[in-house]
């Protein structure tokens, strides 16, 4: 791994983790934040054991809106004044959290018919995001980001995950950052890939990050393959290439066990149905090792990712 990427892992609730990145530039930079609490927290941390201080960052850089990634933007603005960027789809998520509340948060939820679950993930947002903000510049694909001294990051847009998903390429040093895009089989014990917006999309944008020349990939969270207990955020050459064609095999997996659904009930085409026989597939599936939310049958966490999937058939 370069020593010019430090990953700085955000502990939150009862297993979760996101992987913000340090930047070593003329320009210090942080790669996503968090949530509210982790600029304080595990982020100042990381930054001082490498004699880095938190109000030395110069820029913020998302790779996409969502409470665990940029909800700690504005904690970090406060001590450091740094800029915040992010891609022109996700500058709602920074400037209003109805973008939240009212879309992927609780989404999955809504479709399932569970609004109390809904509620209760709305009644817990602002803490974990932080005030609403501005960003102080909007990415687009291809963009390229100059740090300073020859660091320069270029921006690659791969929607899917979310629509703002951006992945940043580091040509000198071989560093690609993929943020969300690809997660192999999810980054929860007994959960599975989380996509929000767009299989098809998250499909072509994991075979577009297939063919950068990268010699390490980093994720944005620790993710896990199929049949291993292991979750990792840092892939060294061919194992990142092979964590991204088993991302693109998780999907494939999901959809069949969609369409089987859609086969064996061939009178109903409501999602709740359709998740839960789909559900029960893959809970009974080998080669996952998938836990049933108890509120709701459907693996912990695969809820948004079947009903895009869901969408996408029925359509
Ligand atoms: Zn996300």
């Given at each position: 791994?370069?020593?010019?990427?430090?990953?700085?892992?955000?502990?939150?609730?009862?297993?979760?983790?996101?992987?913000?990145?340090?930047?070593?530039?003329?320009?210090?930079?942080?790669?996503?934040?968090?949530?509210?609490?982790?600029?304080?927290?595990?982020?100042?941390?990381?930054?001082?054991?490498?004699?880095?201080?938190?109000?030395?960052?110069?820029?913020?850089?998302?790779?996409?809106?969502?409470?665990?990634?940029?909800?700690?933007?504005?904690?970090?603005?406060?001590?450091?004044?740094?800029?915040?960027?992010?891609?022109?789809?996700?500058?709602?998520?920074?400037?209003?959290?109805?973008?939240?509340?009212?879309?992927?948060?609780?989404?999955?939820?809504?479709?399932?018919?569970?609004?109390?679950?809904?509620?209760?993930?709305?009644?817990?947002?602002?803490?974990?995001?932080?005030?609403?903000?501005?960003?102080?510049?909007?990415?687009?694909?291809?963009?390229?980001?100059?740090?300073?001294?020859?660091?320069?990051?270029?921006?690659?847009?791969?929607?899917?995950?979310?629509?703002?998903?951006?992945?940043?390429?580091?040509?000198?040093?071989?560093?690609?950052?993929?943020?969300?895009?690809?997660?192999?089989?999810?980054?929860?014990?007994?959960?599975?890939?989380?996509?929000?917006?767009?299989?098809?999309?998250?499909?072509?944008?994991?075979?577009?990050?297939?063919?950068?020349?990268?010699?390490?990939?980093?994720?944005?969270?620790?993710?896990?393959?199929?049949?291993?207990?292991?979750?990792?955020?840092?892939?060294?050459?061919?194992?990142?290439?092979?964590?991204?064609?088993?991302?693109?095999?998780?999907?494939?997996?999901?959809?069949?066990?969609?369409?089987?659904a859609f086969r064996a009930n061939p009178d109903e085409t409501d999602f709740p149905t359709l998740a839960r026989a789909a559900s029960e597939l893959l809970l009974a599936d080998p080669r996952w090792s998938l836990v049933p939310d108890p509120l709701t049958g459907v693996p912990v966490g695969l809820a948004p990712t079947l009903y895009r999937l869901w969408r996408e058939i029925e359509s």
């Open positions: 791994m370069s020593a010019r990427i430090a990953p700085i892992e955000c502990g939150y609730d009862t297993n979760g983790r996101v992987v913000a990145y340090y930047i070593d530039a003329p320009c210090p930079t942080l790669i996503d934040t968090g949530g509210a609490a982790h600029p304080e927290g595990a982020i100042r941390a990381a930054l001082g054991a490498r004699g880095v201080e938190l109000a030395a960052i110069g820029a913020i850089i998302n790779t996409h809106g969502h409470w665990d990634h940029a909800g700690g933007n504005a904690a970090a603005v406060a001590v450091s004044g740094a800029g915040v960027l992010i891609h022109e789809l996700g500058a709602p998520f920074l400037l209003d959290h109805r973008q939240h509340l009212d879309g992927y948060y609780t989404e999955a939820a809504r479709a399932l018919e569970q609004p109390a679950v809904a509620t209760a993930l709305r009644a817990g947002f602002p803490t974990i995001f932080g005030p609403e903000m501005v960003p102080n510049r909007l990415l687009y694909d291809g963009d390229r980001m100059d740090l300073g001294e020859g660091v320069t990051l270029q921006i690659l847009h791969v929607p899917g995950h979310s629509a703002d998903s951006i992945a940043l390429w580091w040509e000198a040093e071989g560093v690609l950052i993929a943020g969300d895009v690809a997660q192999g089989a999810g980054a929860r014990p007994g959960g599975g890939p989380l996509y929000f917006d767009s299989i098809a999309q998250a499909r072509a944008s994991i075979a577009r990050l297939r063919e950068v020349p990268f010699r390490t990939l980093h994720t944005s969270h620790p993710f896990g393959r199929l049949g291993s207990p292991e979750r990792r955020a840092v892939y060294v050459g061919d194992e990142g290439r092979a964590f991204l064609d088993e991302s693109l095999e998780t999907l494939d997996l999901l959809e069949e066990a969609l369409r089987a």
